[in-house]
């Protein structure tokens, strides 16, 4: 366990309102960065920062899950905004994303990475890692796979759960933290639309899952992937 005193709970945590999601991915990619992804347990609360994701954009994506229409496995893209879509990739972890754009039109975000900042020995214990000291964090969130089982995220337990909703038991809440700078890279481990820059990162921090892709520089206001819809 580590040993160094890891860092409390933020507090004045707010949930994202339903309209947060309700936009176009690449948006909510960047604003999700700095959030906070949060799991309540009967005893403790787990919750880390929001630091690494990757935008999908619905049917016209050739790399989304929703590329090929409305299906039973993929159909909480469709859904209401603001829900989780989980699904079970390489036989061996989970991955969470979020639902966006109105009820009706697929998109989604995807998680990568998140900074712990409480529940970090439940977290270890969920990763069956044993931490020597804040240096091995980043094995518990440092990934996709790794941070749905730091959270005990399934599709079982979690497929279609309402994010926006501290009910739900798993939210996602604000508490005023703003990244001072936001990377952008092609996303990882595609083959389909591979070069479209939809990997968004807080550039610095130790917990992005992977920083061999280096960034690339594009306007504010860029499209990088024109959909028949944009503007």
């Known amino acids: 366990?580590?040993?160094?005193?890891?860092?409390?709970?933020?507090?004045?945590?707010?949930?994202?309102?339903r309209a947060f999601f309700t936009r176009d991915p690449r948006r909510v990619a960047r604003h999700l960065l700095g959030k906070i992804l949060i799991r309540d347990l009967?005893?403790?609360?787990?919750?880390?920062?929001?630091?690494?994701?990757e935008a999908y954009l619905g049917t016209e994506d050739p790399a989304a899950h929703s590329a090929a229409g409305r299906t039973l496995r993929n159909a909480v893209l469709f859904g209401p905004p603001g829900h989780a879509y989980i699904y079970f990739i390489?036989?061996?972890?989970?991955?969470?994303?979020?639902?966006?754009?109105?009820?009706g039109k697929a998109g989604g975000v995807l998680f990568r990475a998140l900074e712990p900042l409480s529940g970090i020995e439940e977290m270890a214990r969920s990763r069956h890692i044993e931490l020597r000291g804040p240096q091995d964090w980043p094995k518990l969130t440092a990934g996709p796979?790794?941070?749905?089982?730091?959270?005990?995220?399934?599709?079982?337990?979690?497929?279609?759960?309402?994010?926006?909703?501290?009910?739900a038991g798993l939210w996602i809440g604000d508490d005023a933290c703003r990244p001072r700078r936001i990377a952008v890279t092609p996303r990882i481990g595609i083959t389909k639309a591979a070069d479209m820059p939809l990997r968004y990162f807080i550039a610095g921090n130790r917990f992005v899952s992977a920083t061999k892709r280096s960034p690339v520089s594009?306007?504010?206001d860029l499209r990088p992937f024109r959909r028949k819809d944009d503007p």
């Not at 009967?42 to 994701?53: D, F, G, H, S, W």
């Not at 061996?92 to 109105?102: A, D, G, K, M, T």
């Not at 599709?155 to 309402?162: A, E, K, M, S």
């Open 218 to 220: 594009i306007p504010a």
């Open 145 to 167: 796979g790794r941070l749905c089982q730091a959270f005990g995220i399934t599709r079982l337990r979690d497929n279609d759960r309402d994010l926006t909703s501290p009910e």
């Open 1 to 17: 366990m580590p040993r160094s005193k890891p860092p409390s709970a933020p507090t004045g945590i707010h949930p994202l309102p």
């Open 90 to 103: 390489y036989g061996n972890h989970y991955c969470l994303n979020v639902s966006c754009e109105p009820e």
């Open 42 to 53: 009967p005893a403790l609360k787990l919750t880390a920062r929001i630091v690494e994701v």
